[in-house]
């Protein structure tokens, strides 16, 4: 694709004009020349919505489309890739995932309905920054591998925190964990109308605990429709290493309503979606602590 130095004046319009790079490297030199009116589109379903509600888009669109090596899902020593332009659809139906990303599919089949999956992708998910897979991938503790001039990489936690100003996203790798009889995971989204709309509280969790209640490895990722999901690190802390009881679950819910502050706004209050959380939480590890007394009988 030839790139040339042509600056648009005009940030927003109706008729976008839209470039096919067919490198990161091309993507990110195109947008370098109008950062202020480019914007990357992947699925797109964002910017459709957007301009539904009468949002007008940038004037100039860098499809990612036709970028091969962000589609493809791979498996490595110790994690699986997969490409930032995947669809939600392809990730749900992909082998390697179904066997070694329960977590993430379990997420991304709570998303929108199999319309908006097949065009969504799982970089536009993320970009977005208020994706249902996002809790999903904190618990997992996913690297987002990104190109802004330079090609890296950086746990997804600090990825978000950070608010990178327009990195293209390129893929994303799950560390591929054993899974063991000691190893557990947990999602549910609280949304208006399951499955077609942005939750009010979306919660991930994954942990070890072993055969007398101990639990160790915690990740607990929760995001709310208008916030930045993030990682729950005290409560993570109180778990680490503690014995599942009752008393602790008590403490732990006082930690995370403590810990979690999510706005309100016109939907639903603030106080509701941290309650919610913190009740979902505690629900599941209170199965998990009657599963294992069970099994030891
Ligand atoms: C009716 C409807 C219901 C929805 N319900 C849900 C829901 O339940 N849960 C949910 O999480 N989402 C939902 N969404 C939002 C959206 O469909 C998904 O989040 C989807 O995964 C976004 O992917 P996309 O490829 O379409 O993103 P796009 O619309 O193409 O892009 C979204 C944003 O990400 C940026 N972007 C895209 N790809 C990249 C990349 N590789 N690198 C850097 N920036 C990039 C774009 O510039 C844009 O700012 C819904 C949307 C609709 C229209």
Same mark, same amino acid.
């Given at each position: ?17 839209? #470039? ?12 370098? #020349? ?73 997420? #991304? ?24 897979? #996002? ?163």
């Amino acid at each position: 694709m030839d790139i040339r130095s042509n600056h648009v004046e005009n940030v927003l319009t109706v008729n976008p004009q839209v #470039l096919m790079p067919e490198t990161p490297e091309e993507a990110h030199k195109l947008f370098l #020349l109008n950062p202020e009116s480019s914007s990357f589109i992947a699925g797109g379903t964002v910017i459709q919505m957007q301009r539904e509600q009468g949002i007008l888009s940038p004037s100039i669109l860098i499809s990612l489309e036709k970028i091969i090596e962000m589609k493809r899902i791979y498996a490595a020593d110790h994690y699986l890739s997969v490409g930032a332009f995947v669809s939600l659809s392809d990730c749900i139906s992909h082998f390697l995932l179904k066997d070694k990303a329960s977590l993430l599919l379990t997420a #991304l089949k709570s998303i929108a309905a199999p319309a908006v999956r097949n065009r969504g992708t799982i970089g536009g998910n993320i970009a977005y920054e208020k994706g249902d897979a #996002l809790p999903a991938l904190l618990a997992m503790d996913a690297q987002v591998q990104f190109f802004d001039g330079t090609y890296r990489s950086e746990n997804i936690d600090s990825f978000l925190k950070r608010r990178w100003k327009h990195p293209l996203i390129t893929s994303i790798r799950l560390p591929l964990k054993e899974s063991t009889e000691d190893s557990f995971s947990f999602f549910k989204k609280v949304g208006m109308r399951q499955a077609f709309s942005l939750s009010l509280v979306t919660v991930a969790g994954r942990l070890c605990l072993d055969e007398n209640r101990r639990c160790s490895e915690v990740r607990i990722g929760i995001g709310s429709s208008n916030q930045l999901p993030q990682r729950l690190p005290r409560s993570e802390s109180l778990l680490e290493g503690s014995i599942l009881t009752v008393e602790l679950l008590n403490n732990l819910f006082d930690t995370l309503t403590e810990e979690f502050h999510p706005s309100s706004d016109i939907l639903i209050s603030g106080e509701y979606r941290k309650t919610a959380a913190a009740n979902i939480i505690l629900f599941h590890l209170y199965q998990l602590c009657r599963r294992r007394k069970g099994e030891k009988g």
